[in-house]
């Protein structure tokens, strides 16, 4: 019986292809987005502005402390009723990006503050401009201090792709709906698509961990 379900469900391995390119690609957009969104934030939320550093705050917050499935719905069939049409994929895309960039603003924030303040006084002295202590003082080193925590960020943000499936999107996740309606044993189907995110996000923890141990 078993094994016959295992035949079955081996014929929908399209399905489950096309799931896993979608989750790749949404991952690795949002990934790229939402670091380079996530630094912007992140040197605001430490710039010693207070008004900067309030603001930028308030916005992380406010998507740190919300589900990701509802700002998901939101960009998806709210925006529409603005006038912004946007299809699934765009809406999953800008969505995972948005929540990836306010963790990763955190962590970079914590990074920069990390930084020795003499450091900062003696390029002052130097003579470099703000912007030339980030370039060549502040982010390097405060980026090699938080990548570890960064790539662990990167593994959430392959789990959280997975409600993208709630707005019909073909991702690994709603790939595994699709084969639930033909082989109606949902735990041998999603523990299988259980392993194929754990096969994703394994290098990612893998590397992870070395970091922390190089680090």
């Not at 960039?101 to 990390?114: D, L, P, R």
Request: hydrophobic letters at 50%; a positive charge; glycine letters at 10%.
């Amino acid at each position: 019986m078993l094994l016959d379900q295992l035949i079955q469900i081996s014929q929908y391995y399209p399905v489950v292809l096309k799931g896993i390119g979608i989750t790749l690609a949404l991952s690795v957009i949002g990934i790229v987005a939402g670091t380079a969104l996530g630094f912007l934030l992140g040197i605001g939320r430490a710039s010693s502005h207070k008004w900067l550093s309030w603001t930028v705050g308030a916005y992380t917050d406010l998507f740190r402390g919300t589900p990701v499935l509802v700002q998901v719905f939101v960009v998806f069939f709210i925006l529409p009723e603005a006038g912004i049409e946007l299809d699934s994929f765009t809406a999953g895309v800008i969505a995972l990006s948005n929540i990836g960039a306010c963790f990763i603003s955190e962590i970079v924030a914590s990074g920069i503050k990390a930084i020795p303040r003499g450091q900062i006084e003696a390029a002052i002295t130097a003579g470099l401009t703000r912007t030339q202590q980030l370039r060549l003082i502040v982010l390097p080193q405060a980026t090699k201090m938080v990548v570890p925590s960064l790539v662990g960020q990167f593994v959430l943000l392959v789990k959280d792709s997975s409600v993208v499936s709630a707005i019909g999107l073909l991702d690994l996740t709603r790939s595994g709906w699709v084969i639930v309606q033909s082989i109606p044993n949902g735990l041998l189907v999603f523990s299988l698509i259980g392993v194929g995110y754990f096969a994703i996000c394994y290098p990612l923890l893998h590397l992870s961990r070395h970091m922390e141990k190089q680090g």
